[in-house]
């Protein structure tokens, strides 16, 4: 076992036992505080700087994607493509799939936000957001607030846990009805067929968790071209078309 994989399992091994750490009220009360300020701060200064953006689509995906990757490649049409369409382009801003995205939309001339957040491997905000739309979080929960608030549609590209649970986000506050019903477009037939069916056939079939219509709540599609298209689909039911 390696020097560095022995430093972490200590850290982590610190982090557990300092959990059942009895504390007193004055320890408990000067660390909630601050924690309770922090969170405070990062919301006000989400909100105040994202209200203004106007209509935009979140697209999210792995930070490990190389700029060589298929994937990379269809990320930077989409946000290219939307646009084009009058979105901006909303992503975790960092590198692989986030990078691609923002590169797409800034490099078609459109607004390129990025919700970063500092994590110890991976995570560094990349160079294609606008400077003055660029947010960085030390929350993940203040940072997924910001994301299905202010987006209008979710384009999920393959990516690891991190895109998972930023899926699964989405998906249950627009099936439990805490936000519209906005488009849900998983790109990747390859990638994302397996997981669809196992909800199909475990959860839904088996195990009776979800309701049929649960299932019409996610698209899933090959190309850029149709992602972009179910958006504008959606908001053309409407009568609704971006303003910027």
């Keep these: 076992m390696s020097e560095e994989k022995n430093n972490i399992d200590k850290e982590e091994v610190e982090r557990i036992r300092e959990a059942f750490v009895k504390k ?8 909630n505080s601050w924690v309770i300020f922090k969170v405070m701060s990062e919301f006000v200064d989400g909100f105040d700087k994202l209200a203004k953006i106007g209509p935009c689509v979140s697209i999210f995906g792995s930070a490990r994607t190389h700029e060589d990757h298929k994937y990379y490649k269809m990320a930077e049409t989409t946000a290219s493509l939307l646009v084009k369409h009058g979105y901006g382009v909303i992503t975790g801003g960092g ?3 986030m990078e691609a995205g923002n590169k797409g939309a800034q490099e078609a001339g459109g607004k390129s936000v990025g919700l970063n957040i500092e994590l110890p491997f991976e995570q560094d905000g990349n160079h294609f957001i606008d400077r003055d739309k660029m947010l ?9 607030v910001m994301f299905v608030k202010y987006s209008q549609g979710f384009i999920v590209m393959p990516g690891g846990l991190g895109t998972l649970d930023e899926l699964f986000e989405a998906y249950t506050l627009i ?4 936000i519209g019903r906005f488009p849900i477009i998983l790109v990747g037939v390859d990638y994302w067929q397996g997981l ?4 199909k056939s475990t959860v839904l079939e088996k195990e009776n968790n979800v309701s049929p219509e649960d299932l ?3 698209h899933l599609v090959d190309s850029p071209g149709e ?3 179910i958006i504008e689909d959606f908001y053309g039911k409407f009568l609704l078309s971006p303003n910027f």
């Design 24 to 31: 007193d009220w004055a320890e408990i009360k000067s660390a």
């Design 95 to 97: 590198p692989g799939i």
């Design 136 to 144: 960085n979080f030390d929350y993940f929960f203040v940072r997924k």
């Design 175 to 178: 099936q439990t009805k805490k």
């Design 196 to 199: 669809m069916d196992w909800i």
């Design 216 to 218: 019409d709540l996610i």
């Design 227 to 229: 992602a972009v298209k």
